[in-house]
């Protein structure tokens, strides 16, 4: 069947300071994968994708290669601020628009001190 | 655009009592799911919808949950009776083309 695995938390960072969570996966076929983050009291935004091996995908400083290889899609970036504390969750779909159910890791809450 | 639309915010119910949640998509968006997501871990998917038609429920518990989509539009999803492992916050999404998006979710404490 399919998974993800992320890295476990909570993660504790200061402002500034360079962020790597974490994610791995199984699965059947060739996934397309997505970084979803989740603030406080509202409902989960799609990060950034990527939907073939090697691609990069990056949003708001975050980015993100999906490797084949390593089964992996780890989440990257280079200063955080606080405005990034949330929780965030890495998932894969069988489908490149995300028809089909989404596969979701278990989150990793991300902590921004300043 | 208004996004994805979930009714109540919040619920606090008695074990054994029905509940209701509702979700109105993104206008357009053909596709709508319902996850469920247990405290500290990810969304798990209940049930898909195509339009009107439910093409993946395998994860719903048939016994107790039922949903539905008229008219290919809002969903309702329903739980009868809650049980005290009900407790979890129900999100609605809606995809079509350029991918999935979620409701702010519905917390449902039983008690």
């Known amino acids: 069947g399919n998974s993800v695995t992320q890295m476990e938390g909570p993660v504790t960072l200061s402002e500034e300071a360079f962020l790597t969570i974490n994610c791995t996966y199984t699965a059947t076929g060739y996934p397309s994968l997505f970084w979803y983050v989740q603030y406080p009291g509202e409902g989960l935004q799609l990060l950034l994708k990527a939907t073939k091996a090697d691609d990069k995908g990056s949003n708001k400083g975050f980015e993100a290669t999906y490797r084949k290889e390593t089964t992996s899609f780890h989440l990257e970036k280079g200063s955080v601020q606080v405005s990034d504390s949330a929780v965030y969750f890495c998932a894969l779909s069988l489908s490149e628009t995300s028809g089909s159910r989404l596969t979701f890791g278990e989150g990793t809450q991300l902590t921004v001190n300043p | 655009e208004a996004g994805v639309v979930q009714s109540p915010r919040y619920k606090i119910i008695e074990k054994k009592q029905p509940v209701a949640f509702w979700c109105n998509p993104i206008?357009?968006?053909?596709?709508l799911y319902w996850y469920r997501q247990n405290l500290g871990q990810g969304p798990e998917l209940l049930i898909r919808?195509?339009?009107?038609?439910?093409?993946?429920d395998s994860q719903l518990p048939k016994d107790r949950f039922s949903a539905e989509r008229l008219k290919g539009v809002d969903s309702t999803l329903k739980i009868q009776p809650a049980e005290l492992g009900d407790s979890a916050v129900y999100l609605c999404?809606?995809?079509?083309?350029?991918?999935?998006?979620f409701g702010p979710g519905t917390r449902l404490t039983v008690l």
């Open positions: 919808y195509e339009n009107e038609e439910a093409v993946d």
């Open positions: 999404a809606s995809s079509f083309r350029l991918g999935m998006f």
């Open positions: 206008s357009g968006h053909n596709t």
